[in-house]
């Protein structure tokens, strides 16, 4: 699919990102700490991207039984270089195609992935390997979930992405997402339909240095506009990084809680 080529593009650009920003490694160890798992279970890490919760994963139980599912091969290079341990195993596969390994999993984490994801077809795929009891834990960013989406943590990096295009005659393209906001009432009933229960659901809001929304759109070469030659968008860049430094935001994530019936 286009997204996967795209992320698939992104890899080395994203693991730079990783580095840079603690962020994604606090949501991977709150998504960990939200339900126990032991040394003897089957864990998967659902959108690994580059690794970062499978490492943590490995951290508590080095030898444990962990199955990483990615669809980009850029990105499976990727963790495939950044995870080693005795008993990992790699699939080069979305999250809807989680039913086609051959394994029955207690545990299923997704950070940072979900957003990407046909939701509805992931239950639905996710209830045929979940052993009864098992629990899957992934989180959205405040933009998927409707209950959040209203925040708008980027509103000042747009504001100000908008007045640095008015010099080049040029409007900021609207932003695009896959879908819309997920209502916890979808998430409960397609849940529902796949033999799984939604059992708990977390905000979190952290600090983040605005630049962190303008690395992330360094990485697309067609941002923050298509019709931009190079030499403007490197001056775009610069012009932004200067009037950035030093000026925080608060990002929102949702941790979700599922669990598979008896």
Sequence with gaps: SSIIRTWDSLAPSYAKLLENYPLFKLMARRLLSLTPFASHQA????????????????????DIELHVLEPAPQMVALVQKNVTGK?????????????????????????ATFHLVELKQVFKNLSEVLKPQGKVVFNLWWHSFEE????????????LVKELLIPYGL????????????????????????????????????????????????????????????????EFFEQAQRLLIGQDATIVSVRFLIGKRC
């Design 171 to 234: 409007t900021s393209p609207e932003p695009n997402s896959i879908h819309p906001p997920y209502t916890r009432s979808q998430i409960v009933q397609w849940a529902t339909q796949a033999d799984l229960d939604l059992e708990q659901v977390i905000v979190d809001r952290d600090p983040i240095p605005l630049l962190f929304f303008l690395d992330f759109m360094r990485m697309y070469s067609d941002r923050p506009h298509p019709d931009l030659t190079p030499s403007q968008r490197e």
């Design 87 to 111: 008993n990992v195993h790699f699939y080069c596969l979305p999250a809807e195609a989680i039913a086609s390994i051959p394994v029955q999993l207690d545990r299923v984490f997704s950070n």
């Design 148 to 159: 959040t989406s209203e925040e708008d943590c980027a509103a000042r990096f747009r504001a």
């Design 43 to 62: 864990i998967a890490d659902v959108g690994a991207g580059t690794g970062l919760l499978s490492q943590e994963v490995l951290k508590i139980f080095p």
